[in-house]
């Protein structure tokens, strides 16, 4: 079982960026971006079901759109009207189990003001 986060990167405020995650290993299941902050907990950003339900933090709503290609096993993260308080790193995880059994490794988003 892997997964493997992308599009990450530098960016000002008001851009917007891509993050992708390529799962492998397991079946099609809940998924879930969650970033972490420094000095702040992990938490989740969105999440979408296996049929395409979605949920999004109140602090990403409006902004993020997460989304799922299950042919592919790619779950992505578009991020729009970027702020830097967006600023973190940025996992993907499997919703399966509570907590999720599996990690991405992460990919950084810092956006500057």
């Known amino acids: 079982v892997q997964l493997v986060e992308s599009g990450g990167g530098w960016v000002q405020a008001g851009d917007s960026l891509r993050l992708s995650c390529a799962a492998s290993g397991f079946s099609i299941v809940p998924m879930g971006w969650y970033r972490q902050a420094p000095g702040k907990e992990r938490a989740l950003v969105a999440a979408?079901?296996?049929?395409?339900?979605?949920y999004y933090a109140d602090s990403v709503k409006g902004r993020f759109t997460i989304s799922r290609d299950n042919a592919k096993h790619t779950v992505y993260l578009q991020m729009s009207s970027l702020k830097p308080e967006d600023t973190a790193m940025y996992y993907c995880?499997?919703?399966?189990?509570?907590?999720?059994?599996?990690w991405g490794q992460g990919t950084q988003v810092t956006v500057s003001s």
């Open positions: 995880a499997d919703l399966a189990t509570n907590p999720p059994t599996y």
């Open positions: 979408i079901s296996s049929g395409g339900n979605t």
